[in-house]
């Protein structure tokens, strides 16, 4: 599940450090407000056995704004979504969104028109395409083929070989978080958009958007639609279109 927020801004573009970065101190003070307690978890050790955390969000989207190079646009009518596949967090995103009639976006001012809950796809064929709107990280071992690990910021690109496997093993992980049948595959990577690097927190991560054709339980191809693909979610990357 996830909530789309209609906002309307006279703003007319965004640095692109801000494009990703608030979302997720938007969503942890929520949480905070409306769900003390599941914010905390989250932010302190996560859920389930690996510890990750079951939110994301995307950059906000306005299709009429003038494109420029160098610059991310705003401008007019547009939307912001945040999701999680846990109904209750869900539902204290949303929540706490309707007691508001702004969004600070990284000094953009964007209005609240509305929200509304956005479900998944039925996923009834157990096979699904996932095109995401920000880019998918992947980090890999960092290690060379002596096994000597040779850094810990051994980000993977979509064309890496080592990505697949990894992307496939942060899939059932999400499921396994979840308590959901972790039987999930992915069985196509159909494509792969430009490179590009979005600071968050202490450092830039580097990533490309993809279109991938999973299969897999409908509920869990519905999860990971409501959650994002690859890691890093609750900074903004790996956000599916809807």
Do not use: C
């Not at 309307?8 to 990703?20: D, F, G, H, R, S």
């Not at 990971?224 to 609750?234: D, K, M, T, V, Y």
Request: net charge positive.
């Amino acid at each position: 599940m996830r909530v789309r927020i209609e906002v309307a801004t006279a703003a007319t573009e965004l640095a692109w450090a801000n494009v990703l970065a608030p979302g997720r101190s938007l969503a942890y003070d929520l949480l905070a407000r409306e769900a003390p307690d599941l914010g905390r978890q989250f932010h302190a050790e996560g859920a389930g056995p690996y510890g990750m955390v079951p939110l994301g969000h995307g950059a906000p989207v306005f299709p009429q704004a003038r494109r420029r190079r160098g610059a991310y646009a705003l401008g007019g009518r547009g939307w912001v979504e945040l999701g999680s596949p846990l109904f209750e967090v869900t539902a204290a995103l949303a929540q706490g969104i309707k007691r508001r009639e702004l969004l600070d976006w990284g000094g953009a001012a964007l209005r609240i028109l509305s929200v509304e809950p956005v479900g998944p796809p039925s996923y009834a064929s157990g096979r699904g395409r996932f095109r995401t709107l920000t880019p998918v990280v992947m980090k890999g071992t960092g290690r060379e083929e002596s096994g000597q690990r040779t850094t810990r910021q051994a980000w993977l690109l979509p064309t890496d070989t080592e990505f697949p496997v990894f992307f496939q093993r942060n899939l059932r992980r999400k499921a396994e978080t979840l308590g959901l049948d972790p039987e999930v595959s992915l069985t196509e990577i159909s494509w792969i958009g430009a490179k590009r690097s979005f600071a968050v927190g202490q450092g830039a991560k580097p990533g490309a958007p993809v279109e991938v054709e999973l299969t897999g339980p409908p509920e869990t191809l519905q999860a990971i639609w409501s959650w994002g693909l690859g890691q890093a979610n609750a900074a903004g990357f790996g956000w599916v279109a809807a």
